[in-house]
């Protein structure tokens, strides 16, 4: 199988931490070029992915683009009750309509034989009560997928999405869920645990994994595959 990206251009969001900072690093080791953008400082683009006018200064930069890989995303907790319309309008901007964005970008610089990787979620397939705001936006994005790759196709460009169910990024510790346990360890046992040791079936993700998947859809071996959504959940959404 080939997976070596060598020279190609790559452009990642949410690249400072989690899944986007593993993809961009996972990147780099198998020799593409990759352009890393957040709304955090201290990455190689400052972007906010809700802002057309920053979208379109970004893809300006670019005079081609072959890989695009959407993963800045943010999460939301609270009943749909209680969720308030910013909240909801906030979750959709950055999880859905920033995705719509940047794949409307791409377009403009992709020739044929480029690839872009949506970040998904096994919340997206399978309900959760109480992230109504999150559930939504990553069902979205899997009919957001279809759509772009049926339009991409005749371009020559692929369309896909990975999504994972747990993964251990620092985002958990932020979360209300997080502070009801008396320490970090409590905490991860009780989201599926993240010991190395454990089978991947039988804990949380790790960001390098999902990296991994998305790496493969944006080489060569994946060249026909084009409009899936790729879980990575140990079963969770069966």
């Known amino acids: 199988m080939t997976t070596s990206l060598e020279g190609k251009v790559a452009l990642v969001t949410g690249a400072a931490s989690g899944i986007g900072l593993a993809v961009v690093q996972a990147l780099h080791e198998i020799g593409a070029n990759v352009v890393g953008a957040d709304i955090a400082p201290g990455l190689d683009l400052a972007l906010d992915v809700t802002s057309e006018a920053d979208w379109d200064r970004v893809i300006d930069g670019f005079s081609s683009l072959d890989i695009l890989v959407l993963s800045a995303g943010v999460s939301s907790a609270g009943a749909l009750g209680e969720t308030s319309l910013q909240e909801w309008r906030r979750v959709m901007a950055v999880n859905l309509d920033g995705a719509f964005l940047g794949i409307r970008s791409a377009f403009r610089k992709m020739q044929p034989g480029g690839s872009i990787v949506l970040l998904g979620s096994a919340s997206g397939v399978k309900p959760v009560a109480n992230a109504g705001a999150y559930c939504v936006s990553k069902a979205a994005l899997r009919m957001?997928?279809?759509?772009?790759?049926?339009?991409?196709?005749?371009?020559?460009?692929?369309?896909?999405?990975?999504?994972?169910?747990?993964?251990?990024?620092?985002?958990?510790?932020?979360?209300?869920?997080?502070?009801?346990?008396?320490?970090?360890?409590?905490?991860?046992?009780?989201?599926?645990?993240?010991?190395?040791?454990?089978?991947?079936?039988h804990r949380m993700a790790f960001p390098f994994e999902i990296a991994e998947a998305v790496i493969f859809l944006c080489c060569p071996a994946a060249a026909g595959i084009t409009g899936i959504d790729l879980p990575i959940d140990a079963g969770y959404t069966l």
């Open 144 to 201: 957001l997928t279809k759509v772009a790759a049926l339009e991409a196709k005749p371009k020559g460009i692929r369309v896909n999405c990975v999504s994972p169910a747990g993964v251990a990024t620092p985002m958990w510790k932020t979360t209300d869920f997080f502070r009801e346990f008396a320490s970090e360890d409590e905490a991860w046992k009780a989201l599926g645990g993240i010991d190395p040791e454990t089978p991947a079936l």
